[in-house]
């Protein structure tokens, strides 16, 4: 056995799982013979985890044998480089649909040739395709790729490729490649076919096969309006992702339609180029009533983020509301850095709404972005939240007298947890006392995130007691040490009776309420 280490064998008594029925074994090898968790798969590959399995006892052994499902949902090519082996694994799957990855980014002509060579014979029957391609030379490979490509795709379910890297780009970008002009990617033939995530090869929008996509990551180049105009036939889409800036404007003077997409659970954009043509694309898409928004923003050094793409941010910003229903969030969390503007919003059921901006690299930015982010966040409703994280940095683009602050503080009404950083309190302690007066009325527990030297010790003194002189006193208080921290002496809130404090390092937690006498218990 090459391509597998040997399996240990140990005399003991049979275990309980030896007497279990075939069809609930059955259900665990099915559960575990899955290769379409990358993170998992990476780890512990399915396809090692059945040959263990077959070889544990006749019995396990003649069961995996009797289930050709079972090798046919494992084939991975980053493990099978024998030629033996993979003829042996597609012998055992019968005549099942496969399920293939590769995702040790193929790298080399060498091992392209063994994953190219594998899709040319089985590419009628493959079912679920995740491959990432490294540094290749291209053109050696480029005519036979395309060829399979071309070809029909009816058992095909997922499909993830992932074109070769450019060897001489540093940022590990894709390498650009263009596809044959009379090209029809699965000669518009992929029945079955539910998700799509293939950067570099740009699919025909309106192929018959689009109808069943549920998960869709673009390719572009791409008008806004074409893709507005697509989703007339896209009744099944649920996730739409753009990660590659493969979204343009339209062209001057293009009436853009509005179009209504009533699956649509999840859409994710990150972007470092251009913005319009994504407020373009939110402004007139209407969504299910509950749809995950994610948008991101990290600029590179041709991004001029000027006043007009400031006014788009910002109307995407107010557009939340009509994918998320913001007013159910349970948690909230609110990052102001140097060039940073980071809201997250988590709503029930865990679904998340992003929208993050990172302008470091910028070319140039407008002097109040940070102003019209903040007015324009504290305008959504936010108030019902229960849980606020707030992290201020000391160099975020905002001042302690912007009128905007006070506006956004004041904005969260019904949080009553507050999770915030010793540079988030020093912070709010320099703002006018009018407003910390109104500020964050209804918080009662705080958690400090890390506490690390006497500074942040006094830091959240100062703020317990600038809570009880507005009225609103802290009940409860949770610190996480610092991990490399030594003699936190957290005993100067004893003066603060009844505070509930809990005190969080190396993976313990010690509680203790002030005015106790055991003032030891504050020291770390």
Known sequence: ???????????????????????????????????????????????????????????????????PSLWADVINLDILSNEEWRKEFVKRAGDIPLSVVCHKEVDGDRNTELTVSFLEEHWERIRYLDVRMGYINWRNF?????????????????????????????????????????????????????TFHAPGIKPNLTASWFAGVRDLSLTGPLQVNELLSAFSHMHCLEVLQDNCDAIIAATEGTVLPHATCPSLKSIIISTCRSIRPYRELITHLLPASTCALSFSVVADENFAFDALALSDVSRILQMLP????????????????????????????????????????????SDNYMQVLLSTLASLPLHNANKLSLSIGESADISYVDPEVAEFLSSFSFARQLELSSDTIQFILTLPQEVQDIALPSVDKVYLTTCSNELDVICIQVFLSARIAVGRPVAELDVRISEFSIGIDLSCLEEFYDLKVSLLFDGFKRDYVCGSGLVGDLVV
Not at 16 to 24: A, E, G, M, T, V
Not at 41 to 66: F, G, H, M, Q
Not at 156 to 165: S, T
Not at 328 to 352: C, E, G, I, K, Y
């Open 322 to 365: 009509n994918y998320c229903d913001l007013s159910s969030a349970t948690s909230l969390s609110v990052t102001l850095h140097s060039r940073t503007f980071d809201f997250q919003a988590m709503l029930p059921d865990n679904v998340p709404c992003v929208f993050f901006l990172a302008l470091a690299s910028a070319s140039d930015v």
């Open 142 to 194: 480029e005519e036979r790729i395309w060829g399979i490509l071309a070809r029909p795709a009816k058992e095909l379910e997922v499909f993830r490729f992932f074109p070769p890297l450019d060897r001489f780009n540093m940022d590990r970008k894709p390498l650009y490649v263009i596809r044959p002009t009379d090209f029809t990617l699965f000669s518009n033939e992929a029945p079955v076919l539910h």
């Open 1 to 67: 056995m090459t391509d597998f280490q040997a399996v240990p064998a140990f005399a003991s008594l049979p275990s309980p799982i030896s007497k279990l029925y075939d069809d609930l074994l059955w259900a665990i090898f099915r559960q575990n013979a899955n290769n379409t968790q990358r993170e998992v798969e990476d780890k512990t590959p399915a396809l090692r985890t059945l040959v263990y399995t077959s070889l544990v006892c006749s019995k396990w052994r003649n069961l995996t044998l009797s289930l």
